[in-house]
Structure formats: C-alpha cells, structure tokens
C-alpha cells in the first residue's frame, strides 16, 4: 500500500533563472524553469532517492547461505 510521506524543501531562484530545489540533510538536489516544474522534479528526485536507499538496505542484508573458509593451494607465481 503506497503511503504519502511530507519532506521540507527548500525552493530558491537560481541566478540564471528557474528554481533549485533542495532537501535539508538529504544529498537531493534538483531544479526547474518553473517553480510548478521544480516540485514536479523535486518529488521524482525524491523517489529515486529512496529506491536507492532501499536497494542499498537490501544489498546489505546477511547472506543467506552459510559462510565458511575455504583454503586453495596456489601456486606461488600467483600469490608472489
């Protein structure tokens, strides 16, 4: 079920035009030529945002199998 979360942005003019949008202590920053299409960019950055965290959280979950130590006898040409 999808929930609608509320996140502070902070919309300010750019110097060349258009609006920056940025996400207070979140590494989120994206822009628009209209404040309407700052926000509409904002919330995409703002999802992928949290697709990215979530991959991360799940690429660092406990392996499923069991972890062992396996000795391989090299050849010292290999490990030199």
Known sequence: MAQVLTYPVELTPAEEGGYI????????VTEGDTKEEALLNAK?????????EWKERNLRKEPSGHIMMLE???????VA
């Open 72 to 78: 391989v006898e090299t050849p010292d040409r290999l």
């Open 21 to 28: 949008v940025t996400f207070p202590g979140l590494p989120v």
């Open 44 to 52: 995409e950055a703002f999802l992928c945002h949290l697709e990215g």
